[in-house]
């Protein structure tokens, strides 16, 4: 027989074989095309650059899909064998995809944990020590801080509220927070 004629005859086998497992979800038809084309999709899949256990699984995703999705078959557009290649070659690049695809940071959902009581004890002694260095301020370099930290103003705020000059507030601001952090250290 002519190669030509065995080829439509065997693609002719294959649509059928579709048009079953399409029309009346033919288990003996799928298991047919399952034989055939599980075998061959794997081997175009580990051509194609894939480790043999991924074409193994990608295989039989392929399958699967061939059976869930067989309603979308139409031989007026292509062949079983390029339909089947062509959800194959999908396959394959949605899994490189997924590969080159970087996993997302991992979220800390929930309560945060109890802070360590070290932790909790010593905040409090570095309030108390910050609460006494600032107590030995002087009074006019204490109330600019005061009102520069506690009260979130700026340089700018501080000298219209008080009448003071721009320059002698920026002077002692910078002068206490020397002496503070020379009491905190």
């Not at 999709?41 to 869930?68: H, Y």
Request: charged share 30%.
């Amino acid at each position: 027989m002519d190669k030509n004629v065995i080829e439509t005859v065997t693609e002719t086998d294959f649509t059928a074989l579709m048009l079953a497992v399409r029309d009346r979800q033919d288990k003996a038809a799928f298991a047919a095309l399952f034989q055939h084309f599980a075998p061959r999709v794997k081997g175009f899949l580990m051509k194609s650059g894939t480790d043999a256990a991924l074409a193994e699984d990608c295989a039989q995703d392929v399958m699967t899909v061939l059976w869930n999705k067989a309603a979308l078959f139409d031989p007026a557009r292509a062949s079983v064998a390029t339909w089947v290649f062509t959800i194959a070659r999908n396959r394959r690049i949605d899994v490189a995809r997924k590969a080159r695809r970087p996993e997302p940071e991992a979220l800390d959902w929930g309560p945060d944990s109890e802070p360590d009581q070290a932790d909790i004890y010593e905040a409090g002694q570095e309030t108390a020590r910050l609460v006494a260095a600032m107590a030995d301020l002087p009074d006019k370099q204490r109330v600019l801080i005061q009102r520069a930290f506690y009260g979130d103003l700026s340089h700018s705020e501080i000298a219209a509220e008080t009448g003071l000059p721009l320059g002698t507030i920026k002077s002692r601001i910078r002068l206490a927070l020397d002496r503070l952090r020379q009491s905190m250290s």
